[in-house]
Structure formats: C-alpha cells, structure tokens
C-alpha cells in the first residue's frame, strides 16, 4: 500500500440542520450548506482536495454525490481512497456508501453519525484512532478485512441490520461497550491485538465468533445475547468473561485461555464448555437446560494457543450453580468448589476428573493404597457445614457410581460417613460409628477387616497355643506327682 503524507489543508463546510436551515461557517469563498453547492462550487470544493487531505463535514448531511467527489479526489495511484484526520462526528451519510478500501491516516470520528442505509467499510485501513461512538448504522454494515492500527471504538452503537466484521483486525483495544446488534452479528477470523471488549453490549440476532485470536481479554460481562452464542473456536492470552452474561438460545465456549470466568451468567437453553489450558468459574450460575464441561484433548488448529501449561481444565467453583443437569468429564475438580449447589442431584461426573485426597493413616491400612479423594472443602478444618458436606458427598458418590468409578465413589460414601460420625451427638451411635470406623472403615476398607480378622485369627491361635502348652504342663505336673506319692 502506498502511503500520503497528510496534507496541510483541512477542508470543512458550515454545520447543517434541515429544520433549522443552513448557518455556521464557511470555508474558503464557499458558503451554505455542502447539499446545496452549484456544480461548479462542488468542483471548486473538491480540486482543493488532494489524497492525504484532512476533512472536516461534522454535522453536515452529505449528499451521493458529494461523497463521491471526495472519495474521487482524495485517491491516491493505489487506488484508495487517503485521508489524513477525518471529522465525520453527526453527519448524515448517505444510502449505499462505498468506503471500501478508505485509508485514514490520521484519527477518525464518526462519533454520532447516522448512516441512512447500509455501509461498506470493506478493507479499510485506519492508521489512527477510530471512534463510531453512538453512531447509528441504517441498515446492514461491512467492516470486512478492515484494520484497526490503534484504539478502535465502537461504544453506544446501534447496528440495525447484519454487522459484519470477519477477518478483521484490531492492532489494539476494541470496545463495543453497550452497542446494540439487532442483526446478525459475524466476527469469524478476527484478530484482537489487545482487548475485545463487549460489556453490556445487546445482541438481537445470531452471533458467530469462530476462529477468533484475542490477545488479552474477551470480555462479554452483562451482556445480553438474544438467539444464543457460539464462541470459538477462540484463543485468548488472559480471560474469557461472561460473568453477568444473560444468553437466550443456547451458549457454546470452544476455546483456550488461562482463565473463564462464568460467575452469574444465565443461559436460558443449552451450554456447553469444551476448553483447553483453562481455569473455570461457574459460581452463581443458572442453566436452564442441561450443561456440560468437557476437556479438549487436542489444540485448536490455526490458533495461537495462549500458554504451554497442562491443557485439563480446572475448575474453581460451582458453588451455588442451578442447572437442569450438569455433566462433568475429564476435568481437574482438586480444588473446586462444592457447597451450595442447587441441586447436586442433577451432577454427573465421568472420564479422568481428579479430586483432591488426603493420606490414610498407617495404622489403618496395612496394605493398599494410602490417598482418599476429598472435597476441597473438606481439607481446611472447620470449614463448611459437616451435614452439608456429608449430603454432597452422597450426591457425589451417586454422580461418580459406575464401572469406572467405583474407588471414587466409595471414597465419597466413606467421607460421608466421617462427617457423620464427627458430627454425631449421640454418644451411643459416635461409639458404633467409631468401632465401623476403626474395624472396618465402615464397610468400605476391605483391607482393614481382613487386617483386623488376621489379627484376631493371630491372636485366637496365640491363645490357643498357649492354653495347649499350659494343659501339656499341668498333665506332666500331675503326673510327677502321682509317681511321687506311689
């Protein structure tokens, strides 16, 4: 691409109002309003312009064809269209404009633009800050293959028709803070060089974000998705946010980054979270239909992944989740949190899920394995409700029962009983919960009964040795004595 340098003369025309008339100010020996030049003022307006030229029209309605002559005038043997710092704040573009390929080299406001139609932005370049703040799209709008060299906003938007930004480029932050997508929303192979913030941002249609790289954050907090999200396949280098999220239509998360944060989201429909190289948190949140959090075995091809750390998920809390059922698979569990699922009934846990364990004591396995899988709620003392986590264990147990899973599942019903027999008041049932425990482990330590038998089998026969040779000796007693006496 070749470049301009800007030129030193800025063109502008007088702010215009169609009820108020035409007033303000002028430029060069050119009055009124741009939608009212003769031919030959409009001639005289446009040889003034050269590429590279700054231009000034905030306010004003600008005609087809006044768009057509700058755009003409300002092209360079690129075949580009070059501006230097380009002032577009309220103006009221026309149906059908053709920006494809504009070059801005300086900054570029569009803050508060009306845009009558719809718009193409196809491979535009702005080397400069861009700001479209409040502007108002008519109707379907391209920034296809655009880039962005440095901040990009897009705050209090409205796009009333499809909005298309595929393989577009952020070179730095790009916000689209609370802008509305009544349409379609496609940012399919986008790059985000920073930040994609979409906070409080509303959208009204389907919303595609496939094979997107972020290279900080994607943060989508309180923001309302009307027909459901797909988000990936996505990489990003820190957070995915959708804490506060609310998603009608079902919510798909493909992606790899350090940290998910889920806290609170609503989804009304289906969810589902298939991640790599991530920690996960679903504190607070409500799935209506059913959810499932799934490990990636694989990287995600053509992406960037965000660090060489161990690709299992963790997840960090599910305390207070509601969901109409929640499938755990191949997940890192060792330090989530439990207490306070809404209903753990609904859990399903199945594949490699690691848990925390805690180390048996000596004298209590003779033999066997020497760890316990815990809750790691359960490793801090005194932490939680003892008759909570007892429930949870139950309902963990039931969630882990299978083929597979049995060792664990015996675990959870042999921590239940512990936080039973810990909490028991009753001094009778403590005692016979304590003799379950320390013979048997209440059932579930085959090992300890089978310990415990050969050590009273061992002492049977110590006994009964012992009482043989005693008897043997009494009868050799008696009859030395018995010789004696004859």
Partial sequence: MTSHEPSSTTVFWPRCSAVRGCSGRSAGRLGGCPAHLRPSELDEFTGALRPGSDLDLRGVTVPARLLDAV????????????????????????????????CVEGDGSFDGARFLGGVSFYDARFFGNASFRGA?????????????????????????????????????????????????ACFDRARFGRDAAMQAACFGGPVSFKRVQVARHARFERTRFRQGVWLGPLVAGGRIVLSDAAVHGGLRVHAAAPQVAARGVIVHGEAGFRLRHAELDLEDAVFEGPAAVRSLARPIQGLTPPSAGPPAVRVTSLRRVDAAGLHLADVDLSGCGFLGLRRPDALVITGDCRFATVPERRALRPWGRGERAVLAEGLARGAGDADRLRVLYLELARATAGADRNRLARDFRYSALEMRRRGERDPLRRLWLHLRWITCGYGLRA???????????????????VLHHGDRADTAHTSHLSGRNT
Avoid at 447 to 465: D, F, I, K, N, Y
């Fill in 136 to 184: 108002r799209f008519g109707r379907n709008v391209s920034f296809h293959e655009a880039r962005f060299h440095r901040y990009a906003s897009f705050e209090e938007a409205v796009f009333t028709g499809d909005a298309l930004f595929g393989e577009a480029r952020w070179h730095a932050d790009a916000s689209f803070r609370t802008a509305v997508f009544m349409g379609a």
């Fill in 447 to 465: 090992g300890r009964a089978v310990a415990w038998l050969a050590v009273l089998a061992g002492l049977a026969c110590c006994g009964a040795s």
């Fill in 71 to 102: 755009l003409d005038a300002v092209t360079g043997p690129d075949g580009r269209p070059h501006l230097g710092r380009a002032r577009f704040d309220g103006a009221v573009l026309p149906a059908g404009a053709v920006l494809r390929g504009l």
